[in-house]
């Protein structure tokens, strides 16, 4: 007898940029300042490239703030990359209990919904938890989110996967939304991706492509 297959296992547990949808919370100034899980730099680099990246592969993303009268407007850098959205400026503490951010998440009709968030412990773990309570699949981005010390981070995110979130990074992401180097649409944005956001890796590539495009010894006479 076969027992049941998990369901965070195979192929469709993957994400692809048909099943899922991105929710970009409160990456602000008054979040910034209360940060101390990671350095700001790391995570402002982050969540632009996880933007830049649900937009390469076209996947719905929602941009949302709280009380940014108070707390200041969303972060530039991550505006820029949605020039013409206008993020949902919200009272609610908990992202899920805001029925504009609900609405929105089931207009896309998609069941996999991936969230980064500042701060961890409060402003990703409330919308998560009440998320996968409602029978959605929810994958919670680490490095591009953060808390107010390295514990507050880090059990916040033991929080969640005990609640059935599962933790990815960004580099994870546009990873697996590419899954195949055959599909080569997106191939020279998310080079452009890896080149801009992803440190050594993006130095070594740009070092290979200036190889690649290099002639042999024999050619420079």
Known sequence: MNSPRNPKTGLDAMLTPDNCALILIDHQPFQFAGLRSHDSQSVIN?????????????????LTTVLEERGGYLLPQLQAVFPEQKPINRTFINTWEDARVVEWVKKTGKKKIVMAALWTEICLAFPVIHALGEGYEVYIVTDASGGVSVEAHEVAIQRMVQAGAVPLTTGVFTAELQRDWAREATVPGLAKLLID?????????TWEQQLLNTPAPSQQR
């Open 46 to 62: 982050n969540v632009v490239a996880l933007a830049r990246g649900a937009k390469l592969f076209n996947v719905p993303t929602l």
């Open 197 to 205: 956001h992803m440190g050594n890796v993006g130095t070594a590539f």
